[in-house]
């Protein structure tokens, strides 16, 4: 049977009354509605850009959803203009002293009641209808756990780009684990919508990491196997600004030796160490050309992975494509 909102709330519900008014297109509060999904934003530091955020999430149509907000000790004006939306939109707002991202995406995951989640950046924007779009495809996949789409780059001032990131479009139709661990194909943050209960048995997300996304990734395609990637599915548009974790790529990619370090003993480790240890070497011959030199006896190996990288290092970032 095709799948729909109503045809669902029809089969899990007694009482329809809240399955009519959504038929009829009714405004009624989301809070009153069993939410099917909830939408996780971890706040920090986003005084700029988090209304918008938050706005883009609320805004979304076709789906019953609960977002939850958990501001993580904000220094800035973030407390204070989240407090007014949740009392405008209506919902759920948890401000607290600082823990950490991890901290605070466990947090949300343990108070989310829908079937199926994902987590959302408070700089970032949800594109219009996202849930629905992605409930549908991940519906459709029976099977799956979870399921990604694309993003959209935006700049710091939200000009949206008219072309997805290529990084991502590879991973199309499915990704896999050993993809992922080697280093060769890579899933967006912001892309994702899981089964609820199906990250809860793997315990949620890993605290002895600061990267919430690669450890999770890792262990959902480790335990439950490939899982599908839309093509045309935008999940987000992506605001690049000055203060993304990627520009630190020292820290960035030690954090990746110790992730894949769980799986020392899969075949693939090796390459993947080779592999990683590569596009670390990559990222700094681009950006950083004396710390490059600096880490070249740590990262270098005979790998076909290195080899073609080190050239690099001696080209003029102006004739590089990064």
Aim: net charge neutral.
């Amino acid at each position: 049977m095709e799948y729909s909102v109503t045809n669902m709330f029809a089969e899990k519900m007694t009482e329809n009354v809240y399955v009519k008014a959504f038929a009829q297109g009714e405004e009624m509060e989301q809070r009153e509605f069993p939410p099917l999904v909830s939408v996780l934003l971890a706040s920090y530091n986003h005084e700029k850009y988090v209304e918008e955020s938050v706005r883009s999430v609320m805004a979304q149509k076709g789906v019953t959803f609960e977002l939850i907000v958990l501001d993580d000790g904000s220094s800035d004006r973030s407390h204070e203009i989240l407090t007014n939306l949740a009392a405008e939109l209506k919902f759920r707002y948890i401000h607290r002293e600082n823990r950490g991202v991890i901290a605070t995406l466990n947090e949300m995951l343990e108070l989310a009641r829908g079937k199926y989640f994902c987590t959302f950046a408070s700089d970032d924007i949800m594109p219009p209808d996202r849930l629905k779009k992605q409930l549908d495809f991940l519906m459709s996949h029976p099977r799956a756990c979870a399921c990604f789409g694309q993003v959209k780059p935006m700049t710091e001032n939200g000009v949206v780009s008219d072309l997805v990131d290529a990084t991502y479009m590879a991973c199309v139709p499915e990704i896999h684990f050993e993809e992922i661990f080697l280093g060769n194909k890579a899933l967006h943050g912001c892309s994702e919508m899981f089964v609820t209960e199906a990250v809860r048995r793997l315990g949620g997300y890993d605290a002895r990491f600061f990267f919430e996304d690669l450890p999770l990734y890792l262990k959902v395609l480790y335990e439950y196997g490939p899982q599908p990637v839309s093509a045309d599915l935008i999940c987000c548009y992506y605001r690049e600004h000055g203060d993304n974790l990627h520009a630190n790529h020292n820290r960035m990619y030690a954090e990746f030796l110790r992730i894949i370090k769980l799986y020392d003993k899969h075949r693939l480790y090796p390459e993947a160490v080779k592999n990683w240890k590569a596009k670390w070497f990559s990222a700094l011959a681009y950006a950083q050309k004396g710390e490059a030199l600096k880490k070249l006896p740590q990262l270098a190996t005979f790998s076909t992975a290195f080899l073609k990288r080190l050239p690099k290092l001696f080209i003029p970032r102006m004739f590089l494509k990064h």
